[in-house]
C-alpha cells in the first residue's frame, strides 16, 4: 500500500512540507505496527545508502545548495562513519519516543493518540510525523 508521508525538504528555510511516497507491506493495523514499519523503511534506506558509501554520491543542484547554505551547512548525505543503523534500537526508540509524547503522527487530519489503537489506512493517505521540541531547539 502506498502511503504519503509529509516530509520537511532538507536545506528548506521556509518550512516546505514535501509528500514521499512509502511503500507499506503487510498494511500496518496499528499505530505500532506503522511506527515500526516506518522506521523499517528508513533504517533499510540509510544503511543501503551506507553500504553504498562515496562511489554513489550524487552532485548537488544549485537549489539543493542555496537552501543548504541558507542553514549553514552543505552535506552530500553521505555517512563518512560507514556505521548502519541498528534496526531493534531505532524502533524501541521511536516507540519510546512516541509515548514520551516527543512526536505526534496525525492520519490526514487526524492525530493517533494510542500505541494498540486501529488503523484504517487506505491507498494515498496522508501521514505527518510532528517532532515537538520542548521550549529551545529546531521546529523540524
Known amino acids: 500500500m502506498n502511503i504519503k508521508i509529509n516530509i520537511k525538504q532538507i536545506g528548506e528555510r521556509k518550512q516546505k512540507i514535501a509528500p514521499i511516497s512509502f511503500e507499506y507491506d503487510p498494511v500496518p493495523h496499528t499505530v505500532r505496527d506503522l511506527i515500526i514499519q516506518t522506521v523499517t523503511i528508513c533504517v533499510n ?55 514520551d509524547g516527543l512526536y505526534r503522527i496525525f492520519l490526514n487530519d487526524h492525530e493517533l493518540e494510542e500505541l494498540d489503537s486501529e488503523l484504517n489506512l487506505i491507498e494515498n493517505d496522508s501521514l505527518t510525523f510532528i517532532r515537538l521540541t520542548m521550549l529551545a531547539g529546531r521546529m523540524w
Open 45 to 99: 534506506d540509510f544503511n543501503k545508502r551506507v553500504r553504498a558509501g562515496e562511489e554513489n554520491a550524487n552532485p548537488l543542484s544549485e537549489t539543493e545548495i542555496s537552501g543548504m547554505a541558507g542553514i549553514g551547512k552543505i552535506a552530500f548525505g553521505i555517512n563518512y562513519g560507514g556505521r548502519e543503523y541498528d534496526f531493534g534500537k531505532a524502533a524501541e526508540n521511536a516507540l519510546q519516543a512516541f509515548q
